[in-house]
C-alpha cells in the first residue's frame, strides 16, 4: 500500500518550505496530486527525488510539450 504525505511531510523530508512545495508542486516539479484543495504526495516518488541527484525535474509545461510533440 502507498504512503501518502502532506505538504507538511514533503517539506520536512526534502528540507523545503511548505510554500515552496506547494509553488513546485503547482509548477510539476514535484510529483503529487491535488484533492479539492489539498496536495497529496506518494512517498515513494518523493523518495526517487533524493535517490537520484542526477533527476532532473521537469516543470509541467515541458511535460505537456513532451506528450504533444
Known sequence: ???????????KLLRLNKITVYKYANEGKIPGVLIGNRWRFDRAQIEGLLDDPRRQVVSLAERRNLKAG
Do not use: F, G, H
Open 1 to 11: 500500500m502507498k504512503e501518502v504525505l502532506t505538504a507538511k511531510d514533503v517539506a
